[in-house]
């Protein structure tokens, strides 16, 4: 099973950048897809990005617009989320989670979740 452990978030001002990390831990890491998840206050966890064991990456369009780039490092058991043009309804809870090979855009379909790092951006 792996872990997950996200890192990178703060606070900038519209326009800035943010790199997450999502470090993993545990066998199978490079058999395994991760996602990109966040979660502003009261509202439920929204899918932003995925890559796939294969470096196949999925995004959600409406809420990337182009901005943000999924990549992984198989070598160091790493994901990153490249995070630029941030805006004020980016602020969220980031979470990166594991499933088994192939990405989905679910929440449910995720095995293994991390514990979140607070992105803000102010205006």
């Known amino acids: 099973q792996v872990q997950l452990i996200e890192s990178g978030g703060g606070s900038v001002q519209t326009g800035g950048s943010l790199r997450l990390s999502c470090a993993a831990s545990g066998r199978a890491f490079n058999n395994t897809a991760i996602g990109w998840f966040r979660q502003m206050p009261g509202k439920g966890r929204e899918f932003v990005a995925a890559?796939?064991?294969?470096?196949?990456?999925?995004y959600n369009e409406d809420s990337v617009k182009g901005r943000f780039a999924i990549s992984r490092d198989n070598a160091k058991n790493m994901v990153y989320l490249e995070m630029n043009a941030l805006e004020p309804e980016d602020t969220a809870i980031y979470y990166c989670?594991?499933?088994?090979?192939?990405?989905?855009?679910?929440?449910?379909?995720?095995?293994?979740w991390g514990q979140g790092t607070q992105v803000s951006v102010s205006s």
């Open positions: 989670a594991a499933r088994p090979t192939y990405s989905s855009r679910q929440v449910t379909a995720y095995e293994t």
């Open positions: 890559i796939s064991w294969r470096g196949r990456t999925i």
